[in-house]
């Protein structure tokens, strides 16, 4: 039960740096608001990105990785239609840049708050 909360604030506040780096990124200003769209956005992540994953695997493949990037943005427009008014993007770059900035966020967040050390 930690870690989910670990993670989901880890989503909430890879989220909020990157519409606070990204323009075209827009995020509602309660907290709450913020929780939601990070428990949709790992949700998201969680269960529709490993099916996209698998059906573009060939382009992945062909890419050497960087479709990656596309799969990361289009999850980041799904989840701003999702979460109507919560979170928005004002487009495909804005969101491709969004999902690098959120993955590195993650990334060294998830590295910080690790337990195995």
Same mark, same amino acid.
């Given at each position: 039960m930690t870690n989910l909360i +670990?993670? +989901?604030v880890i989503n909430a506040v890879a989220l909020f740096v990157a519409a606070y780096l990204v323009p075209g990124i827009e995020i509602t200003e309660n907290a709450g608001g913020l929780l939601l769209v990070a428990i949709v956005f790992g949700l998201v992540n969680a269960l529709i990105?490993? *099916? *996209?994953?698998i059906l573009t695997c060939p382009i992945n493949v062909l890419t050497l990785g960087l479709f990656t990037l596309v799969i990361n943005a289009l999850m980041l427009m799904l989840t701003a239609w999702l979460t109507d008014g919560q979170l928005s993007t004002t487009g495909f770059w804005p969101a491709l840049l969004g999902g690098i900035v959120i993955s590195i966020v993650s990334l060294v967040l998830s590295l910080v708050l690790s337990d195995n050390r």
């Open positions: +670990i993670r +989901i990105k490993p *099916v *996209v994953s």
